[in-house]
Nanobody
Framework: QVQLVESGGGPVQAGGSLTLSCITS????????MAWLRQAPGKEREGVSC?????????YYAEGVKGRFTVSRDNAKNTLTLHMVNLKPEDTGMYYC????????????????????WGQGIQVTVSS
């Protein structure tokens, strides 16, 4: 019954923008730190961003996307968003929405070990 469904991906030229959305259901959205991960062809899946479940909604970003990506959450709509600007070819990959263990904190480095639910992924392709 738990579902995380991404949308908003697609092809874009370098320097362009995209906004990814993740609509969740069947889970207590407010309890979970929420995260975005991505996987480029032939490479390991890596953490991109995370936002805590606390009132402060502390945000974390991988070094390569700081200043270009913005993560946010809407607890009333059970929705996670990633706004991406100034996209680069190296941003190309499959992007995944994920919910982290509610007993664990956001962590870019340890994100994969803390995930309890995954979305199906959505493709982002940035052409040069």
């Amino acid at each position: 019954q738990v579902q995380l469904v991404e949308s908003g991906g697609g092809p874009v030229q370098a320097g362009g923008s995209l906004t990814l959305s993740c609509i969740t259901s069947g889970m207590l959205f407010y309890d979970h730190p929420m995260a975005w991960l991505r996987q480029a062809p032939g490479k390991e899946r890596e953490g991109v961003s995370c936002i805590s479940e606390t009132r402060s909604e502390t945000k974390y970003y991988a070094e390569g996307v700081k200043g270009r990506f913005t993560v946010s959450r809407d607890n009333a709509k059970n929705t996670l968003t990633l706004h991406m600007v100034n996209l680069k070819p190296e941003d190309t990959g499959m992007y995944y929405c994920a919910a982290l263990d509610p007993n664990r904190l956001c962590s870019i480095a340890s994100m994969k070990e803390r995930i309890v639910y995954w979305g199906q992924g959505i493709q982002v392709t940035v052409s040069s």
